[in-house]
């Protein structure tokens, strides 16, 4: 299983940036999704998460400015982050509970990270 991320870039506070993260190889079912960031000389901390039902939760910093939501037909997940601070710049990275056969045990995934930097 493979998750590609992208689009990370550089944006002036106050704007937004769409992030996307495709599945793709050998998946039966996806259960969690969600974005992590880990800004420089900081631990990575969960961002946004939703289930395979549409539930969602939120890192207290970005509610109110950044949606979750995914397309399951693609095996993708999105971020829409609008307002974008300073303090949101970070390298973003996808993650993905994923079963692979209908006998597996669930995987966690990583994508390989997108950078976000919001310039003041």
């Known amino acids: 299983v493979q998750l590609q991320a992208s689009g990370g870039g550089l944006v002036q506070a106050g704007g937004s940036l769409r992030l996307s993260c495709a599945a793709s190889g050998r998946i039966f079912n996806i259960n969690d999704m969600g974005w992590y960031r880990q800004a420089p000389g900081k631990q990575r901390e969960m961002v946004a998460s939703i289930t395979s039902g549409g539930r969602t939760a939120y890192t207290d910093s970005v509610k109110g400015r950044f949606t979750i939501s995914r397309d399951s037909a693609k095996n993708t997940v999105y971020l829409q982050m609008n307002s974008l601070k300073p303090e949101d710049t970070a390298v973003y990275y996808c993650?993905?509970?994923?079963?692979?056969?209908?006998?597996?045990?669930?995987?966690?995934?990583w994508g390989q990270g997108t950078e976000v930097t919001v310039s003041s």
């Open positions: 993650n993905a509970k994923v079963q692979s056969t209908v006998w597996s045990m669930v995987d966690n995934y």
